[in-house]
């Protein structure tokens, strides 16, 4: 089956700039969430979505990032205006249905260079 | 709240040594943890689980108990390969208390160098 695709790979903006990042999940995958990976660190949830509703957002900077997942499938992450500290990978992964015990399949990553 | 724990790395090792990495875990309820590996130029996959206290998750030679009583889930492995270069995730999932229900809390990650 086909994984976890993201687009773009790279990018690289400029502070205050906006930018926005694709995922298209696994076929049949009820759960996606999006991760920030800063250098040297472990992947950070940033909003987690259970079919196209938000289950858990408390990690999202809400004052310049937002994300939405149409009809259930594919979602958007973007950030308006934004910072150097944004500079990281941002992971999407999805899972079947969002219980602890499963595996969750990862994409390979946007990176984002903010200057 | 949630958190994982990894050994400081890097850790380098000669082929065939023996591999510990070890990963502590703090969580509310009863969670499930798993190893995530990063292989040079690729995306996180799953190395192994294990969703109940004493489970023991193996894959490709490695192997990781989980240890209610230690909180502790370290990973193992008895004789490295060269292409066991990668960077480790030591992860838990719990879905006590009500809020996000199987999102991952990981650890910072140990870069593992396997040299010939």
């Known amino acids: 089956e086909a994984g976890v695709a993201q687009s773009p790979r790279y990018k690289i903006i400029e502070k205050r700039q906006s930018v926005a990042f694709w995922c298209n999940p696994i076929?049949?995958?009820?759960?996606l969430y999006w991760y920030q990976q800063i250098l040297g660190q472990g992947p950070k949830l940033l909003i987690q979505?259970?079919?196209?509703?938000?289950?858990?957002d408390s990690q999202l900077p809400k004052d310049r990032f937002s994300a939405e997942r149409l009809k259930g499938v594919d979602s958007t992450l973007k950030i308006q205006p934004a910072k150097l500290e944004d500079s990281a990978v941002y992971l999407c992964?999805?899972?079947?249905?969002?219980?602890?015990?499963?595996?969750?399949?990862f994409g390979p990553g946007t990176r984002l260079l903010v200057l | 709240g949630d958190s994982v724990t990894q050994m400081e790395g890097p850790v380098t090792l000669s082929e065939e040594a023996f591999l510990t990495i070890n990963c502590t875990y703090t969580a509310t309820g009863y969670p499930s943890l798993f190893w995530y590996v990063q292989y040079p130029g690729e995306g996180l996959q799953l190395l192994l689980k294990a969703t109940k206290a004493d489970d023991k998750g193996s894959n490709k030679g490695f192997e990781a108990t989980y240890r209610k009583e230690t909180t502790s889930f370290h990973l193992e492995k008895g004789s490295v390969q060269v292409s066991d270069s990668a960077v480790y995730f030591c992860a838990l999932s719990d879905g006590a208390g009500g809020t996000s229900y199987g999102k991952l809390t990981f650890g910072q990650g140990t870069i593992l160098t396997v040299h010939p």
């Open positions: 992964a999805s899972s079947k249905q969002g219980v602890p015990q499963e595996t969750q399949y």
């Open positions: 979505f259970q079919n196209n509703g938000v289950v858990d």
């Open positions: 076929s049949g995958h009820a759960t």
